[in-house]
């Protein structure tokens, strides 16, 4: 497909694919189990469509993050085309470097963006908590977190944790948030509610470049990818002791659990491999 140049692909867990495609097609290509593309979705809108600045914008897609009843996806916008906005971002950002971005809210029935939401700068991971109320997005280059309210799809808080935020997970009762602040070499802990930094890992449990992290289905264990250390640890959450390591290919990133707990895999970028 030509359309077809993903930063990432996130599966709605119903039977559909969602191809982000960042500023390379500028859409979410969508496709289905067997393969067959069903949808695209330009990532041009009008802003003043959703009650912001009247000017015609491009955006690109690069994460996206479902509701837990599979209604809407969000996605991040890496950087914004139009007036106003500049024409290069890039990952070796200080803060300042680049202007606020946005998320897009799609709806997964009708394959359109409805929503349009204010956001630091290069929103990069984001993840919507198990109860639905919260959608948490990290600003890579504005290193802060955005939380958004989904009912009203505006940002009630933004907090600062560091140098280029990356990884999120929610704990299973939508209380914790952990937030791998890559360029920091650390593991923080914000109140979902509260937005306050309740506890912070540092180098010793969370390794160097901390970019993937996963909470495991008892909330007990954190699994994290660190990207230059081309490996994959197990840190056990009450003590703050690594408790396994994996090595992996080069550049270890994305990781997911399979449905039974006993295995993970990861994607190691340089490799253009899998590990399980």
Not at 23 to 30: C, E, G, K, L, S
Not at 31 to 54: A, W
Not at 145 to 171: K, M, Y
Not at 229 to 243: C, F, P
């Amino acid at each position: 497909d030509e359309d077809l140049q993903p930063k990432s692909v996130v599966a709605s867990g119903d039977g559909l694919f969602f191809a982000q495609n960042m500023m390379y097609r500028h859409n979410v290509a969508v496709y289905d189990r067997t393969g067959t593309k069903v949808g695209s979705i330009d990532d041009e809108v009008n802003l003043g469509d959703f009650g912001l600045d009247p000017v015609t914008v491009k955006g690109s897609p690069v994460e996206a993050a479902f509701t837990p009843d599979g209604r809407y996806v969000y996605v991040s916008n890496y950087k914004m085309f139009g007036d106003g906005f500049s024409t290069v971002a890039d990952d070796s950002c200080d803060r300042g470097n680049w202007e606020d971005s946005f998320v897009y809210k799609i709806d997964v029935e009708a394959l359109e963006i409805v929503a349009v939401v204010p956001t630091g700068a290069v929103p990069k991971f984001l993840e919507v908590s198990p109860d639905g109320s919260t959608l948490v997005v990290t600003n890579w280059c504005g290193f802060d977190v955005s939380f958004i309210d989904t009912a009203t799809d505006t940002e009630v808080a933004r907090v600062d944790v560091g140098r280029h935020p990356r990884g999120v997970a929610i704990d299973k009762d939508s209380e914790v948030v952990y937030v791998t602040v890559m360029g920091e070499h650390r593991i923080d802990v914000l109140g979902l509610q509260s937005h306050q930094l309740l506890r912070s890992y540092g180098t010793d449990s969370s390794g160097t470049t901390p970019r993937h992290i996963l909470l495991s289905d008892d909330d007990r264990y954190l699994y994290v990818s660190n990207h230059k250390m081309n490996m994959v640890r197990k840190i056990d959450l009450s003590s703050g002791a690594v408790v396994g390591t994996a090595s992996t290919g080069t550049e270890t990133r994305t990781m997911a659990i399979s449905d039974d707990g006993e295995s993970l895999y990861v994607v190691n970028y340089q490799d253009g491999t899998v590990s399980k």
